[in-house]
Nanobody
């Protein structure tokens, strides 16, 4: 059974930083590209950062240069370091495989709120 447990969100001021973690179980973490998705109120869920099993990273233009994704295969954990936060980063953040499976399982997500 796939479980994804995101944590580390909270309230930050513009320009601040937060570090997110996603502990996974039930998937063979080390063989899948993984990513961080976010969903803001009234908007579609979007992929903001991803990392292949070989370590190659990709970022949405909106977060490039501010967010850093990393992974620890031994601990089956995905990380997202978010710096220079902006109010438009406010969203619920989720981790999952990239690309998504046809019927993806989602965790509860972690809320990030950036005040102006």
């Amino acid at each position: 059974q796939v479980q994804l447990v995101e944590s580390g969100g909270g309230l930050a001021q513009t320009g601040g930083s937060l570090s997110l973690s996603c502990v996974t179980s039930g998937i063979v973490f080390r063989i899948f590209p993984m990513g961080w998705y976010r969903q803001a109120p009234g908007k579609e869920r979007e992929l903001v950062a991803s990392q292949t099993t070989g370590g190659t990273t990709n970022y949405a233009d909106s977060v490039k240069g501010r967010f850093t994704i990393s992974r620890d295969n031994a601990k089956e954990t995905l990380f997202l370091q978010m710096n220079n936060l902006k109010p438009e980063d406010t969203a619920v953040y989720y981790c999952n495989r990239v690309p998504l499976t046809r019927t993806p399982t989602w965790g509860q997500g972690t809320q990030v709120t950036v005040s102006s």
